[in-house]
């Protein structure tokens, strides 16, 4: 019912992409000691394309046999960060660990700030609806 109405579609979108963000960049600071590690991070969130976005389902492999490997899935939303030599740790790996808590602090400003945008609309709809 709400994914029809424009403002509450976009608010979940971005709380999608906040979340799924905050899985990758907790990844990247579990591994700040694997050796050779780079850390990755989502596309930044357009809004002008996630009005036109159609979900489509995705294809996945399927495992016909219990030899085969089923393969992790890399999302296509996920980048993974090219450092420079002298960004990087002796062991190459280029987790930055305050550049990391950076980003989890703007995912959480942006998650605040489409919760208050979500409830907001959520009031507008009650009040237009009980008029009260």
């Not at 979500?118 to 009031?123: I, L, R």
Request: proline share 5%.
């Amino acid at each position: 019912m709400y994914e029809n109405l424009t403002v509450l579609g976009m608010a979940r979108k971005a709380m999608d992409w906040v979340a799924q963000r905050q899985e990758v960049l907790s990844e990247n600071i579990a591994n700040i000691n694997s050796p050779g590690y780079l850390p990755s991070d989502l596309k930044d969130l357009d809004f002008k394309n996630v009005l036109h976005t159609v979900a489509q389902p995705a294809v996945l492999p399927t495992q016909t046999d219990a030899r085969h490997i089923v393969p992790k899935l890399q999302d296509p939303n996920v980048v993974q960060t090219i450092k420079k030599d002298y960004e990087s740790s002796p062991d190459g790996n280029a987790v930055v660990l305050e550049e990391q808590m950076e980003k989890l602090g703007t995912s959480k400003a942006m998650y605040d700030q489409v919760t208050a945008l979500f409830q907001k609309n959520v009031s507008l709809l009650r009040t237009a609806i009980t008029g009260r």
